[in-house]
């Protein structure tokens, strides 16, 4: 895994959980400022993700990217919101950073 890809996989979950963050806050107040402002980080994001795509293909890109935002929205939701997860869910979550771990391991070689 190449260090611009973990930038800018990092920079899309950056951008991402701000734009899930925004639609929390949206369902919390009904502020359609909120709801358009959530719109347009979701596209900032999408954007980012055709780079991603680009540099690693699109099953590791959007994989990586929707496993580390599970993690880190639930992180949001427990801390900012008070949100909680049963024991189940947290377990599917487990899997995820497992499962996350494993497709970032650099891949064998074909001989």
């Known amino acids: 895994m190449n260090p611009q890809f973990l930038l800018w996989l990092a920079g899309s979950m950056a951008v991402f959980l701000s734009a899930a963050t925004a639609s929390r806050a ?3 107040n009904s502020n359609v ?3 358009v402002f959530s719109l347009f980080l979701y596209c900032v994001g999408n954007l980012m993700m055709v780079r991603l795509m680009r540099e690693g293909g699109l099953g590791l890109a959007i994989s990586a990217s929707a496993i580390a935002q599970l993690l880190l929205i639930n992180v949001i939701a427990f801390v900012v ?3 909680r997860l049963s024991n189940t869910q947290l377990a599917g979550v487990g899997l995820g ?3 996350m771990g ?3 391991m650099p ?3 074909r001989s």
């Open 81 to 83: 919101f008070g949100e």
């Open 97 to 99: 950073v497992l499962a």
């Open 33 to 35: 400022l909120m709801l």
């Open 26 to 28: 949206y369902v919390s």
């Open 102 to 104: 494993l497709m970032l």
């Open 107 to 109: 891949a064998a070689q």
